[in-house]
């Protein structure tokens, strides 16, 4: 059974930092990308950042530079460090994981940047 378990979210004032972790099991999880997805209020889920099996990655415009997605296959976690945040990157934030085309989602984190 595929279970991705989100943390990591918080307050946090515009410019700091945080890093979200997205737990996996019930899969190999070495063999699937991943990513990371957000929902503000009233908006789209959208795509944040992605991370292949072998490591490349991909990100949004609106946070290149700014975010970093990672993986520790030893440890079957993704990370989403988080830097210079703005208010407008409020939002739940979801792990996914795709898995023979069935979409797996985390429970999703808070992250709310505010002064």
């Known amino acids: 059974q595929v279970q991705l378990v989100d943390s990591g979210g918080g307050l946090v004032q515009p410019g700091g930092s945080l890093r979200l972790s997205c737990a996996a099991s019930?899969?190999?999880?070495?063999?699937?990308?991943m990513s990371w997805h957000r929902q503000a209020p009233g908006k789209e889920r959208e795509l944040v950042a992605d991370?292949?099996?072998?490591?490349?990655?991909n990100y949004a415009d609106s946070v290149k530079g700014r975010f970093t997605i990672s993986r520790d296959n030893a440890k079957n976690t993704m990370y989403l460090q988080m830097n210079s945040l703005k208010p407008e990157d409020t939002a739940v934030y979801y792990c996914?994981?795709?898995?023979?085309?069935?979409?797996?989602w985390g429970q999703g984190t808070q992250v709310t940047v505010s002064s």
């Open positions: 019930g899969f190999r999880f070495s063999s699937y990308a």
């Open positions: 991370i292949s099996a072998g490591g490349s990655t």
């Open positions: 996914n994981a795709r898995i023979w085309r069935v979409d797996h």
